[in-house]
C-alpha cells in the first residue's frame, strides 16, 4: 500500500507559468486537503474536499484551484505562478471523526517560482 | 477560526524529558492532534486528543484542558531521532485542522 504519492518531488518554475501538483492516495479516504508549509508560519490550507465531487476553500485559497473527479486524485493548479507560491506543498487524507479522523500527508512537493 | 501558540524552539539532552505546551483559542473544538515532522519529510501522526485527560503512547504523552484551551506534548527518555519539529494541530467542527507553527526540539548528547 503506497499511501498517498504526489508528483513531482521538486520543481522549478517561470512566474507566470502554469503548473499541476498532482496527488493520489490509495487508502478510499473520503477527505483530501492541500496545504502549503512556509518557514514560520507552519501548515496553512489551500483548499479541501470532504468527497468526490466537492471542494471547499482553506486559509489561503487565492491563485490556486482544485479538483476531485473521484476519491483516488486530488490535483492543485496554479493558473498563472507568483514568486510567493514559492513553498513546500504537502497533500493528506483522512476518513472519518474521531482519530479515524487522522490526516495522513504525502511526502510533499517543493516548488520554487523564479 | 483558530489561534494556536507554542514555543519556537527547545532543546534538551539525551535521556531528559521535555514538554511542549500549545495553547489555542477556536471557535469550534473537535479535537487536537500532535504531529512530528523531521526536516525534509512529511509530518507523521502522534497523537489525538478529544476529552480532557492524558494519553499515553509508549514515550510520547499528550495532555488535554479544554476549558484551559491547552495541550502539551510530553517526551520522555529522548533520543536523538527525537530532534524534529511537533506541529500542535486543532479540528474544528467542519473537520478542518489549523496548525500551529510548530515546536523544533533539539536532543544533545
Known amino acids: 500500500i503506497a499511501g498517498i504519492t504526489q508528483a513531482p518531488t521538486s520543481q522549478i518554475l517561470a512566474a507566470g507559468r502554469r503548473m499541476t501538483l498532482r496527488c493520489t492516495q490509495d487508502m478510499r479516504h473520503n477527505a483530501m486537503y492541500w496545504y502549503r508549509q512556509d518557514l514560520g508560519l507552519g501548515l496553512r490550507l489551500i483548499h479541501y474536499?470532504?468527497?468526490?465531487?466537492?471542494?471547499g476553500k482553506g486559509e489561503v485559497p487565492d491563485g490556486y484551484s482544485v479538483s476531485r473527479a473521484n476519491t483516488d486524485d486530488f490535483p492543485l493548479t496554479l493558473a498563472s505562478a507568483v514568486p510567493s507560491q514559492t513553498s513546500v506543498y504537502f497533500c493528506?487524507?483522512?476518513?472519518?471523526?474521531?482519530?479515524?479522523?487522522?490526516?495522513?500527508f504525502g511526502p510533499g512537493t517543493r516548488l520554487t517560482v523564479l | 477560526g483558530q489561534n494556536i501558540d507554542q514555543p519556537t524552539e527547545m532543546t534538551a539532552t539525551e535521556g531528559a524529558i521535555v514538554q511542549i505546551n500549545c495553547t489555542y483559542q477556536t471557535s469550534g473544538f473537535n479535537g487536537l492532534f500532535w504531529y512530528q515532522q523531521h526536516a525534509g519529510e512529511a509530518p507523521t501522526f502522534l497523537s489525538y486528543n478529544v476529552l480532557d485527560g492524558l494519553e499515553e503512547k509508549g514515550r510520547f504523552s499528550s495532555f488535554l484542558s479544554r476549558s484551559k484551551g491547552y495541550s502539551y506534548l510530553l517526551l520522555k527518555e529522548l533520543q536523538m531521532k527525537d530532534s524534529a519539529s511537533y506541529l500542535c494541530a486543532v479540528r474544528d467542527s467542519d473537520y478542518k485542522l489549523s496548525f500551529g507553527a510548530g515546536t523544533t526540539v533539539t536532543v544533545r548528547a
Open positions: 493528506a487524507s483522512s476518513d472519518g471523526a474521531g482519530e479515524g479522523g487522522t490526516q495522513y
Open positions: 474536499s470532504n468527497t468526490a465531487g466537492t471542494t
